[in-house]
């Protein structure tokens, strides 16, 4: 099956500073990807739709100047926490979908960002 | 906002049982996706089923839709330890160019060796 990269898998920084969190699809070209955060124990939550070429679409009560998007290729999208705080900590997802539209999710390995 | 919602929200069954996921939607839906995922990992996609289909199976995954139910199940047959995961469903509406996935509450499946 299709392969979606995700880089960091763990990341902990610093209250206040920025972190980046790559994807990237690795077999082929996703004009769309989606970043998707997940607390504890619960289901994913979507954040934000990645439009290469074009701004991102945020989910109602997802900050854009908080959770900043690019998505300058068709295989790499890039999420970045800005100016990160403690209660930024969860776990964080991206997946793509071949196009074509009505097929499965490829999803990344998943970041564990950790605010301290 | 959540469109699935998912139950039991935990099982826990001895290794060689069946286990059975419950899934209900709220909208009109073009699939329904049934997703595995290990503790701290990533999603893996295990079976798709269309609007127009009513049964599915893949290896020892049998899904069915009920689409006037809105509601959907995943059997998993024999059950082996290594199915321990949490499991979700997802679906994909059928109005607009929406290409996101609405995912469900989940369940967390538990196999005892």
């Known amino acids: 099956g299709a392969v979606v990269s995700q880089h960091p898998s763990r990341v902990i920084c610093k209250s206040g500073t920025s972190v980046k969190i790559e994807c990237r699809s690795l077999d082929f070209q996703a004009t769309t990807m989606f970043w998707y955060r997940q607390f504890p124990k619960k289901s994913l939550m979507l954040m934000a739709t990645?439009?290469?070429?074009?701004?991102?679409?945020?989910e109602q009560g997802v900050e854009k100047d908080k959770f900043l998007i690019n998505h300058a290729s068709l295989t790499l999208s890039t999420l970045t926490v800005t100016s990160a705080h403690p209660e930024d900590s969860s776990f964080y997802i991206c997946s793509a979908a071949k196009p074509g539209g009505n097929t499965e999710a490829f999803f990344g390995q998943g970041t564990r960002l950790t605010v301290v | 906002s959540q469109q699935g919602e998912e139950d039991p929200q935990a099982l826990s069954i001895q290794e060689g049982e069946n286990a059975t996921m419950n899934c209900s939607y709220k909208?009109?839906?073009?699939?329904l996706q049934w997703y595995r995922q290990n503790s701290g990992r990533g999603l893996v996609h295990l079976i798709l089923i269309r609007s127009n289909e009513r049964e599915k199976h893949s290896g020892r995954l049998r899904v069915t839709l009920d689409t006037s139910k809105k509601s959907s199940s995943l059997l998993i047959t024999a059950s082996r330890a290594a199915d321990t995961a949490s499991y979700f469903c997802?679906?994909?509406?059928?109005?607009?160019?929406?290409?996101?996935?609405?995912f469900g509450s989940g369940t967390q499946l538990t196999v005892l060796p």
């Open positions: 909208t009109s839906i073009n699939n």
């Open positions: 997802a679906t994909k509406i059928s109005s607009g160019s929406a290409r996101q996935l609405t």
């Open positions: 990645s439009n290469e070429g074009s701004k991102a679409t945020y």
